[in-house]
């Protein structure tokens, strides 16, 4: 079975500051990643998704990923967070590709900018 | 607007009530989920649906019983639920493997 483990439940930083929001991952075998991102009072969205190739993946709004196999992580990152980056993210995973893959998400991490 | 409506967006039920959930979703999704979202907890998922199969979390109560008629619509129904029940439950479809997420129905069990 897969899980996966966001230690920080709360990451509070500077506005224009770099941030590093942790994921680790247990499975015993290859696995999809994704980042999800939930902002006030709204759904959650897709942020980023690593299925292969590079191991380092990137979203619209300069956030990126980096798929980390001997060390089981996907951590989030972003040199330099703005305001609207305020929100809750949340890292999920999934074994396999087929039409009933269960996607197994964190606990979220709650990442409050301070101006 | 992702594309994936719930309804209702808010329901309060007795412990004896019964009621359903709704998801719909007109994307041409092949897959629909049930996810349990409750505070510093992780999702946890109920229940998948594809065309081709059901799958389902071994640890969700027999009170939440789940029903897909179509490839657009996922029912779940609910009965005799208890206090620590009260969560928001989101519905999502998914397309290669990304998940569509609705606003989700907050319920509360009293």
């Known amino acids: 079975a897969q899980s996966v483990t966001q230690l920080d439940s709360q990451v509070p930083v500077f506005e224009e500051a770099p941030v590093e929001l942790r994921c680790n991952y247990s499975?015993?075998?290859?696995?999809?990643l994704f980042w999800y991102v939930q902002y006030p009072n709204q759904g959650l969205q897709l942020l980023l998704k690593y299925l292969s190739g590079s191991t380092l993946v990137k979203s619209i709004n300069g956030f990126e990923a980096e798929f980390n196999k001997s060390q089981t992580s996907f951590h989030l990152r972003k040199p330099s967070v703005h305001i609207s980056d305020t929100a809750e993210y949340f890292c999920?995973?999934?074994?396999?590709?087929?039409?009933?893959?269960?996607?197994?998400f964190g606990s979220g991490t709650r990442l409050s900018i301070r101006p | 607007e992702t594309g994936v409506t719930q309804t209702p967006r808010h329901l309060v039920m007795g412990m004896t009530n019964k009621k359903s959930l709704k998801c719909e979703q007109h994307l041409g999704h092949n897959a629909m989920y049930w996810y349990k979202q409750s505070a510093k907890k992780p999702l946890e998922l109920m229940f998948v649906?594809?065309?081709?199969?059901?799958?389902e979390n071994n640890s969700v109560p027999s009170r939440f019983s789940p029903e897909c008629p179509n490839s657009s619509h996922l029912f779940l129904h609910l009965h005799t639920l208890q206090p620590e029940d009260s969560a928001l439950y989101l519905c999502?479809?998914?397309?290669?493997?990304?998940?569509?997420f609705g606003q989700g129905t907050r319920l509360t069990v009293v």
């Open positions: 499975s015993s075998v290859s696995v999809y």
């Open positions: 999502a479809s998914s397309q290669d493997l990304r998940l569509f």
């Open positions: 649906y594809s065309l081709e199969e059901r799958v």
């Open positions: 999920a995973v999934t074994p396999g590709y087929s039409s009933a893959s269960k996607i197994i």
